[in-house]
Nanobody, 118 residues
Framework: QVQLVESGGGPVEAGGSLRLSCAAS????????LGWFRQAPGKEREFVAG???????EYADSVKGRFTASRDNAKNSVYLQMDNLKPEDTAIYYC????????????WGQGTQVTVSS
């Protein structure tokens, strides 16, 4: 059974940091494309960061220079280090997995709430 479990969210003041973690029980994790997304109240879900299995990274312009994604294939885990947080970063954050040969992110976690106060 595929399962993704996020943790590490919570309240934080503007300028602070949080580190999100996502543990995934997914086959072929090492060869999967991994991503972080977020959804703020009243808004559509948006892309935050992505990591290819070959080591490539991409970030949304709104988080470049502040967020850093990483993965640990030995632990089937993915992380999102978030620094210099802003109130507009407040959202539910989701990790996602795009398995090999899949055109889309197929597996999603349940989400973890991040709330940044000014």
């Amino acid at each position: 059974q595929v399962q993704l479990v996020e943790s590490g969210g919570g309240p934080v003041e503007a300028g602070g940091s949080l580190r999100l973690s996502c543990a995934a029980s997914v086959r072929a994790f090492s060869y999967s494309h991994l991503g972080w997304f977020r959804q703020a109240p009243g808004k559509e879900r948006e892309f935050v960061a992505g990591m290819s299995w070959t080591g490539g990274f991409e970030y949304a312009d709104s988080v470049k220079g502040r967020f850093t994604a990483s993965r640990d294939n030995a632990k089937n885990s993915v992380y999102l280090q978030m620094d210099n947080l802003k109130p507009e970063d407040t959202a539910i954050y989701y990790c996602a997995v795009k398995p090999p040969l899949s055109p889309d992110y197929r597996y999603w976690g349940q989400g973890t709430q991040v709330t940044v106060s000014s």
